[in-house]
Nanobody, 120 residues
Framework: VQLQASGGGLVQAGGSLRLSCAAS?????MGWFRQAPGKEREFVAG????????YYADSVKGRFTVSRDKAKNTVYLQMNSLKPEDTAVYYC?????????????????WGQGTLVTVSS
């Protein structure tokens, strides 16, 4: 599976961005992760491709929404009320595990990353 992420950019605190991740084919699970400078990669949000069940890190609950368009094999991450601490490179990832996982180790396919910068 090949993944192509897009949609990053510079936004002021309180603003919104929508990230997209186009996949070359359907998978079991899709996740969004992020990595800020000097920090480890962390889970942000994810979705089970078939059922559409969604999962979020506590830090983004109520602000971010993950969704998917099956016809386009595309996953979206709508990010609202952005904060400076959301600044990071965001990666989409795909995994074929049976149960949903928030561990990056369980995702075998990764997009190239897209930079999100939130200014204060």
């Amino acid at each position: 599976v090949q993944l192509q992420a897009s949609g990053g950019g510079l936004v002021q605190a309180g603003g919104s961005l929508r990230l997209s991740c186009a996949a070359s084919g359907p998978t079991f699970n899709m996740g969004w992760f992020r990595q800020a400078p000097g920090k480890e990669r962390e889970f942000v949000a994810g979705i089970r491709w078939s059922a559409g069940s969604t999962y979020y890190a506590d830090s983004v609950k109520g602000r971010f929404t993950v969704s998917r368009d099956k016809a386009k094999n595309t996953v979206y991450l709508q990010m609202n009320s952005l904060k400076p601490e959301d600044t990071a490179v965001y990666y989409c990832a795909a995994g074929g595990m049976i149960g949903f996982s928030t561990s990056s180790d369980d995702y075998h396919y990764w997009g190239q990353g897209t930079l999100v910068t939130v200014s204060s």
